[in-house]
């Protein structure tokens, strides 16, 4: 990556719009370089994804793309401005003026004063997605499909209505009913291996008010229809699907109806993913991690069922998934979002915060956490910091 232009006090404009900086990113000797534009109050890890996905590129260079961001906007109040909205709830999480581990020598975060991370009260939804690459995949693999499975030909205009819906209105697509059941056949009846891009475009959908209702039927609802086709299989070689069914999940949080689906379906959701909390697979601990995080923003904001003892017991089953994460997580996205969840729990009370202090020695794993890998960043030591004053 070579010459950036950008913000000395002016904006810079591509393709019409206005940024902070236009990084010029070589790609391949002797072609003109690609375009990479990002504004101070954008997600340098969505920005990187997306620009990765635009581009075709190998998903291999996000960590470098987005570090590239970093150290090149160091002085930008990065995560300060308003918040990029990719979908019903953004993901703000990784932009509040931080360097990822391996940056020697990312200086300190500037500024008198750093806004509190808890108790976290927004729902996080991961929307950032290559449509054009999804459509694509799914009509090569319904050609090569069994009879018994592919899609027809309605099924197919379906998903290409719903691919630009998601286009024009990703915030809310409005997804019909007839191009849910054409998503989940691809999801969750196609061969697991086939199943991804299905599940891509659940999750992108499940943010939408009309969701629920049309992945609900007598057969039951979300969760059931991704839990029967044994995506949460604690034997699964596919760790991805599971990924994208965990992100769909944490996802369905940014609707008033989702929330209830979740609520209802709380232990459901809680003991499939249980397989997989200690999982070696980045994406798929970041978006457990994010599930944490949404559940701790519901039953800090409401007890389920008006019941506080209950709300209190659910937290502790959250808790109880968290603290091996942190024990284990190297990896600095899983890491703080796991922080973000269980700093937030501590805000139901002194009694629920002795019961899990005392029970998981919290006060000696967070001495663990800053003095490892984790403890190189800023953002993980202050909310550290900010879960020991609950402690204290």
């Excluded at 070589?26 to 375009?35: N, T, V």
């Excluded at 599940?199 to 039927?217: E, G």
């Excluded at 397989?275 to 970041?286: E, V, Y």
Aim: some cysteine; glycine content about 8%.
């Amino acid at each position: 990556m070579v010459d950036a232009a950008g913000s000395s006090g002016r904006k810079v404009t591509h393709e019409g719009k206005d940024y902070d900086y236009v990084f010029d990113v070589d790609i391949e000797e002797g072609k003109p370089p690609l375009k990479l534009p990002f504004n101070s109050n954008q997600n340098p890890y969505e920005v990187a994804q997306k620009f990765i996905a635009n581009n075709e590129l190998p998903i291999t260079y996000l960590d470098q793309v987005a570090n590239f961001i970093l150290s090149n906007t160091q002085g930008a109040n990065l995560g300060s401005g308003p918040q990029e909205q990719t979908g019903q709830g953004s993901d703000p999480w990784g932009t509040g003026n931080r360097y990822r581990p391996g940056e020697a020598g990312a200086p300190e975060p500037h500024g008198e004063t750093r806004p509190r991370a808890l108790p976290q009260t927004q729902y996080l939804s991961i929307t950032t997605a290559n449509l054009p690459a999804i459509r694509k995949k799914i009509n090569e693999l319904n050609d090569s499909a069994s009879s018994e499975s592919s899609l027809s030909s309605d099924e197919i205009t379906a998903i290409d209505n719903l691919v630009k819906q998601l286009q024009s209105s990703p915030r809310d697509p409005k997804p019909q009913s007839d191009q849910l059941s054409a998503v989940l056949k691809v999801a969750t009846q196609w061969p697991p291996a086939n199943r991804l891009p299905g599940l891509d475009l659940l999750r992108l959908c499940a943010i939408a008010p009309s969701f629920v209702q049309a992945t609900s039927s007598g057969d039951g609802t979300i969760v059931d229809s991704l839990t029967k086709a044994d995506i949460f299989a604690h034997d699964t070689d596919k760790p991805n699907n599971t990924m994208l069914a965990t992100r769909a999940l944490a996802n369905i949080f940014t609707t008033e109806g989702g929330r209830l689906i979740a609520d209802g379906c709380f232990e459901q959701i809680v003991q499939s993913v249980e397989p997989f909390i200690t999982t070696s697979n980045k994406n798929l601990s970041a978006a457990i991690a994010t599930l944490h995080i949404n559940f701790s923003v519901l039953l800090t904001s409401s007890a389920p069922s008006g019941e506080s003892n209950t709300r209190e017991q659910r937290a502790a089953a959250i808790a109880n998934q968290l603290i091996p994460v942190l024990g284990k997580t190297e990896d600095s996205e899983t890491g703080y979002r796991s922080l973000v969840s269980l700093g937030t729990l501590m805000s139901l009370g002194e009694n629920f915060r002795k019961e899990i202090q005392q029970a998981k020695d919290l006060g000696q794993l967070l001495d663990k956490i800053v003095k490892g890998p984790l403890g190189k960043e800023a953002r993980v030591k202050n909310v550290v910091e900010e879960i020991k004053v609950y402690l204290q």
